[in-house]
C-alpha cells in the first residue's frame, strides 16, 4: 500500500496539511521554494509571493448566507474546524506555537444581510460563534458612523512563529522537507530527493536502523499523492489572481482584535501577533494589483483611521496615552485570491498520479488551514482507499 505523500508548499497550508497526513501515518516531505524564516529578516521583494509571512494573522468570523456564494459556508465550516486545532494547540503549547487567545471585536458602518441576520432575535449566534455578542448602541463608537457590532472569542497568531514551530514539529517527528523550485505538481511524483532536506547524518544510525529503513523506503516508495498547497496554484487557473495588501507594523500591543467595514469598501483593522511581534494595523485589499511599494501616505491614513476607530491601542485614557504609534516596518503581501473560492479537490493527473489541490486561500489562509488540512487528508484517504477523489 502506498504510504508516500509529497507536498508542495511551506506556507501555512503546506505546513498544516504536512502535519495532518503525517498523523494519519504517511511519509510525508515538503518541497518548497520558501520556507518560514524570522519576520526581522524576511526580505519584502524576495519574498513577495510567499504570502505567509505578510499576513496578520488573526481569524475573523466571516458569515454566509444565502446571498452569497456557496463557499462560504464550506469555508465557515472550516473556520470552526481550524479554531477547535488552534483551541488545543494553544492549551499544549502556550508558551511556544505563537498563538493568542484574546476578543475580537467588529464594527460595520453599513452591514450587509449576513450581519442583521446575526441580530435577528428568533436565532441569535446562529453560526455557533464563540463567546458571541451583539454591541449595544451604546457600546458602538460616537462616531455616528458606526451602525452595527459584535465581539466573540477569537485568536490571533505570530506568523512565522506559528509557521516555524509547525515546522519544527513536523521535522522532530520525522518529516523530510526539500528546498526545490518546481514547474508543475505532475513531476514532484518522480522526482528524486536525495539533495537537500534534513535526514540525520548517516553515521548516526545502526545497522539495523538502516536496514529498517531500507525497508520502510521500498514500502513507501510509491507515492499516494502531490498536495499542491502553493498559494497561487501552479496550474493554469483562470480564477486565480492576487489581492494587494499594504498594512503596517507597529511596536505596540492591543488588546483585542478590532475590525471596521467602512460603508466606502475601505477596511480599518488591527492584529495583535503576541510573542514581541507588535500589532499589524491595516489595512487594504486591492484586487489584481502587483504593486511591491509600500505608499507613506496610505501608511498615515491607516495609523489615523485605526487610532481614531481604537484609541485604547495608545493607552492610558484622558490624555495619559502616547500621541502616535511606533513603526516598525511597512508590509505589502499578495493574498493568493481565487474567484469561487479556494480549491480543495482532488484530480488524477493522467501519466502522473493523484494530487489534491488545497490553493487559493485568498485572505484567509490562517483561518482555514486546519480546516482545508483535514479535507485533504480526507480526499487523499478517499483515493487510497479507492472512493471518489473530488471533495
Ligand atoms: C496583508 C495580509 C493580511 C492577511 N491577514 C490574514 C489574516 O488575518 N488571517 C488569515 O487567515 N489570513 C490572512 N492573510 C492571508 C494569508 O496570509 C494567506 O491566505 C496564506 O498565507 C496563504 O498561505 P499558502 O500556504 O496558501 O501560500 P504561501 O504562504 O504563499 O505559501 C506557498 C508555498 O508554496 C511554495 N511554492 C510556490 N510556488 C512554488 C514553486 N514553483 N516551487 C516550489 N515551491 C513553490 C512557496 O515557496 C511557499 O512555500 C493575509 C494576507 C495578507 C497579504
Not at 473556520?79 to 487567545?101: E, K, V
Not at 498536495?227 to 503596517?248: C, E, F, H, I, K
Not at 489541490?357 to 480526499?379: D, I, K, M, N, P
Request: with cysteine; hydrophobic share 35%; charged share 25%.
Amino acid at each position: 500500500m502506498p504510504r508516500q505523500v509529497r507536498v508542495i508548499g511551506g506556507g501555512i497550508i503546506g505546513l498544516s496539511c504536512a502535519h495532518l497526513l503525517q498523523k494519519a501515518g504517511y511519509a510525508v516531505t515538503i518541497i518548497a521554494r520558501d520556507f518560514p524564516a524570522p519576520f526581522e529578516t524576511t526580505d519584502p521583494i524576495a519574498k513577495i509571493n510567499y504570502t505567509s509571512p505578510w499576513g496578520g494573522a488573526h481569524n475573523r468570523w466571516v458569515p454566509p448566507h444565502p446571498s452569497l456564494p456557496a463557499h462560504f459556508t464550506r469555508d465557515h465550516a472550516l473556520s470552526l474546524r481550524t479554531y477547535t486545532h488552534m483551541q488545543r494547540l494553544h492549551a499544549t503549547h502556550p508558551h511556544t506555537a505563537g498563538i493568542t487567545f484574546l476578543k475580537g471585536i467588529e464594527y460595520l458602518e453599513r452591514p450587509g444581510p449576513e450581519y442583521l441576520a446575526l441580530s435577528t432575535p428568533s436565532s441569535p449566534n446562529a453560526l455557533d460563534l464563540p463567546g458571541f455578542r451583539l454591541l449595544a448602541p451604546s457600546d458602538l463608537l460616537r462616531d455616528g458612523r458606526v451602525t452595527w457590532g459584535c465581539e466573540y472569542d477569537t485568536w490571533c497568531v505570530n506568523p512565522m512563529v506559528y509557521c516555524s514551530f509547525l515546522l519544527r514539529r513536523f521535522v522532530h517527528r520525522g518529516g523530510k522537507v526539500v528546498t526545490r523550485e518546481v514547474t508543475r505538481p505532475e513531476e514532484v511524483f518522480s522526482m528524486s530527493l536525495d539533495e537537500g532536506g534534513l535526514a540525520p547524518a548517516p553515521d548516526s544510525k545502526s545497522e539495523s536502523e538502516k536496514k529498517g529503513e531500507e525497508e520502510k523506503g521500498e514500502e513507501e516508495g510509491i507515492v499516494a499523492a502531490v498536495v499542491n498547497a502553493s498559494g497561487t496554484g501552479l496550474v493554469p487557473d483562470p480564477d486565480m489572481t492576487v489581492t494587494r495588501g499594504q498594512t503596517v507594523l507597529v511596536a505596540e500591543g492591543c488588546d483585542a482584535t478590532v475590525t471596521r467595514q467602512n460603508a466606502d469598501g475601505s477596511w480599518t483593522f488591527c492584529v495583535p501577533r503576541g510573542f514581541d511581534g507588535g500589532t499589524v494595523i491595516g489595512g487594504t485589499k486591492e484586487l489584481n494589483n502587483w504593486d511591491v511599494k509600500p505608499s507613506a501616505e496610505v501608511r498615515e491614513e491607516l495609523l489615523r483611521k485605526f487610532t481614531e476607530t481604537y484609541p485604547n491601542i495608545l493607552g492610558g485614557g484622558g490624555g495619559g496615552g502616547k500621541r502616535r504609534l511606533t513603526v516598525l516596518r511597512d508590509i505589502v503581501g499578495r493574498r493568493p485570491t481565487r474567484n469561487g473560492g479556494p480549491r480543495i479537490e482532488g484530480e488524477l493527473v493522467p501519466g502522473a498520479g493523484f494530487v489534491m489541490h488545497a490553493y487559493g486561500l485568498g485572505g484567509r489562509g490562517y483561518e482555514l488551514s486546519w480546516g482545508v488540512a483535514e479535507a485533504v487528508v480526507e480526499g487523499i484517504e478517499k483515493h487510497v482507499n479507492g472512493e471518489e477523489s473530488k471533495s
